[in-house]
């Protein structure tokens, strides 16, 4: 059972920034995807941004795409979605999620039934 830990959300002004990080509790590598979602109050959970980490190909949902980098640092097992130019609508829990390989799919469209291991989640508030 694979155990993720997200941290670094927080509040935030419109405008500002912040780098999320995920940890597995073992070593994940090529046969999984992970990805990055977020549930605000009210809403589904929306995929953001996603990696194959077999080929490092990524995905992005519209609404971050150009805002939201999703990356990977092997030697500290961690992924991180580092989350520019944030905006008030932003404002959600941020969930880290790892998906074993399956099939090749968009893992952002794929949808949350695809993921196997979710974290906990962080939350991030972004204020005007």
């Known amino acids: 059972q694979v155990q993720l830990v997200e941290s670094g959300g927080g509040s935030v002004q419109a405008g500002g920034s912040l780098r999320l990080s995920c940890a597995p509790s073992e070593d994940i590598r090529d046969n999984y995807y992970m990805g990055w979602f977020r549930q605000a109050p009210g809403k589904e959970r929306e995929g953001l941004a996603c990696e194959y980490l077999g080929t490092g190909r990524t995905y992005y949902a519209d609404s971050v795409k150009g805002r939201f980098t999703i990356s990977r640092d092997n030697a500290k097992n961690t992924l991180y979605l580092q989350m520019n130019s944030l905006k008030p609508e932003d404002t959600a829990m941020y969930y880290c999620?790892?998906?074993?390989?399956?099939?090749?799919?968009?893992?952002?469209?794929?949808?949350?039934?695809?993921?196997?291991?979710w974290g906990q989640g962080t939350q991030v508030t972004v204020s005007s």
């Open positions: 999620a790892a998906a074993v390989f399956r099939r090749w799919m968009d893992c952002v469209a794929a949808g949350t039934d695809e993921y196997d291991y």
